[in-house]
């Protein structure tokens, strides 16, 4: 009798976890992996935040934790800082009730919750995302329903900046009522965001042809060290008086990236329908996973709420944004020093913990297989996997490659 599972289809690999795994298991010295998106200390090792390990010392000897389910929304003390977070302490759009937050199994997860909210009791059915993007973005919104994936131009390899006037166009084109994904700042794989004035133009663009905005938001604090800079797009589109959905992932600034800690904003125009938002969104989530979990959550909420530990927090946000902005002008240096061919600012000139720097396939192919440099075939890189041990290692290994592969602009994968 044969299998009932015989005719499954072998599915595509993950790209960067089948380079992890691989990673992994090479075993030559000098290797080094720029492909998973995880802050490394200098010396390439994890870092748990010291107010995380406070905290969680502090919670290990407190008799009224317990184990018990949280609601199916989450932790209210979690849910109301992570949104104050992302709107600002004085956001008048909190003030008037018109958002709330809802805890989710991190960036992923809300996304997921988002789309499915969106596809089935909103009843859209197309959106949008940024060529490129993170390469989940269209998994997820499938998966949650949506039926038209279409994507809008950003990126501009002649410039390595965003290509603003394409974007716009695109936008423009787009079909009413269309869900729009956009990244809060620090846009991933790019490091490239729109300046406060093109920010205009594009709420503009959202708010004549009706578009649903949905900002992803995984760095606020980790992309430039200053919370506020990082949620402008964010805000701008709340004054406006603009609705939106935003995902939050406290992956990146708090370090907490197994314990998938996310929070899912919602901003109305009136407060009349957040009962009814609120009532399906549950059901939503009872269907999915029923309920979060407490840990991760219960330690960024005693964080954001507790001044000293807040002061503290934000001064590792610093120290990490710090160090990556510092890898960012060291390998910029060397590759200048190496005279190596091409324009390399665009190293500088982005931000957040990726760089797109243009490699081809062909070059990156190389210095995998050479070099044991890992890196998405995509030429994006993690910053935060460079340190002072391997930066001429790296930098020499990119000259090379480039100077035996040589690539004119036009032709880069990017």
Avoid at 162 to 167: C, Q, T
């Amino acid at each position: 009798m044969s299998s009932r599972f015989s005719g499954v289809k072998l599915g595509l690999p993950i790209e960067v976890f089948a380079l992890q795994k691989v990673f992994t298991e090479d075993s030559y010295e000098k290797k080094v992996n720029l492909s998973v998106g995880a802050y490394r200390t200098n010396e390439g090792k994890p870092w748990v935040l010291p107010v995380v390990r406070k905290v969680e010392k502090s919670l290990a000897v407190d008799e009224l934790q317990n184990h018990e389910y949280l609601p199916v929304l989450g932790l209210d003390a979690f849910t109301q800082a992570a949104t104050a977070m992302l709107l600002g302490t004085g956001s008048s759009v909190i003030a008037q009730g018109r958002a709330f937050g809802i805890q989710t199994l991190s960036g992923t997860g809300a996304l997921r919750v988002a789309a499915e909210f969106l596809s089935r009791i909103l009843h859209y059915d197309t959106f949008y995302y940024s060529k490129p993007t993170w390469e989940n973005h269209k998994l997820v919104f499938i998966n949650g329903g949506f039926k038209r994936a279409c994507e809008y131009t950003y990126w501009n390899p002649s410039t390595h900046s965003v290509d603003i006037e394409a974007m716009l166009k695109d936008l423009g084109d787009a079909q009413e009522n269309a869900v729009i994904i956009f990244h809060a700042c620090a846009h991933n794989p790019t490091g490239c965001d729109p300046s406060p004035k093109q920010w205009s133009k594009i709420a503009d663009l959202v708010e004549k042809k009706r578009l649903f905005p949905l900002f992803d938001s995984a760095y606020q604090g980790f992309a430039s060290g200053d919370l506020d800079q990082d949620a402008y797009a964010v805000r701008l589109f709340a004054e406006r008086g603009i609705e939106f959905m935003c995902t939050q992932s406290f992956a990146k600034n708090f370090g907490l990236y197994n314990e998938r800690v996310g929070n899912l904003v919602v901003v109305m125009s009136d407060t009349k329908a957040v009962t009814q938002t609120k009532s399906q969104l549950t059901l939503i989530v009872r269907g999915m996973y029923s309920n979060p979990p407490n840990h991760g959550a219960r330690i960024v909420a005693t964080v954001l709420r507790n001044p000293d530990l807040y002061k503290e927090w934000k001064r590792h946000i610093c120290t990490m944004s710090g160090r990556i902005k510092e890898m960012r002008t060291s390998l910029y240096e060397r590759l200048v020093q190496l005279g190596t061919p091409g324009s390399w600012e665009h190293i500088i000139q982005q931000i957040g913990m990726f760089s797109y720097t243009g490699l081809s396939e062909r070059q990156v192919e190389h210095l995998i297989n050479h070099y044991h440099i890992y890196i998405l075939r995509s030429g994006r890189i993690n910053m935060c996997g460079l340190n002072e041990s391997n930066l001429d290692y790296v930098a020499n290994a990119i000259y090379e490659t480039v100077i035996l592969f040589p690539q004119n602009e036009k032709s880069c994968v990017c």
